[in-house]
Nanobody, 126 residues
Framework: QVQLVESGGGLVQAGDSLRLSCAASGRTFSPYAMGWFRQAPGKEREFLAATKWNSQNTYYADSVKGRFAISRDNAKNTVYLQMNSLKPEYTAVYYC???????????????????WGQGTQVTVAS
């Protein structure tokens, strides 16, 4: 069983930066890809960024391209999301997810991911 634990959320001011972390554990953790999503109250969970675990490929939603950066440390089984120039509309619960082979070709599709963390709240004050 794979467990994902996010951390790094909190209350920040508009324009600030924040780095989220997602630590994975499990007897054999070898996902095909890891992704970050967010869900604001009353809205659907939306894709933000993803990285394939064994390549340099990264993927971003147009809404965060150039503002967010995903990275990972395979030795630590940890994926990060660096978020810059935060806006109040970014207030949401941020989730990380891990996907096996089924996420190939559907890396922005939340339903293709197999494991999810509990989420971390990010609140951006204006």
């Amino acid at each position: 069983q794979v467990q994902l634990v996010e951390s790094g959320g909190g209350l920040v001011q508009a324009g600030d930066s924040l780095r989220l972390s997602c630590a994975a554990s499990g007897r054999t953790f070898s996902p095909y890809a890891m992704g970050w999503f967010r869900q604001a109250p009353g809205k659907e969970r939306e894709f933000l960024a993803a990285t394939k675990w064994n390549s340099q490929n990264t993927y971003y939603a147009d809404s965060v391209k150039g503002r967010f950066a995903i990275s990972r440390d395979n030795a630590k089984n940890t994926v990060y999301l660096q978020m810059n120039s935060l806006k109040p509309e970014y207030t949401a619960v941020y989730y990380c997810a891990a996907g096996r082979d089924g996420v190939d070709g559907y890396i922005a599709t939340k339903d293709k991911y197999d494991y999810w963390g509990q989420g971390t709240q990010v609140t951006v004050a204006s």
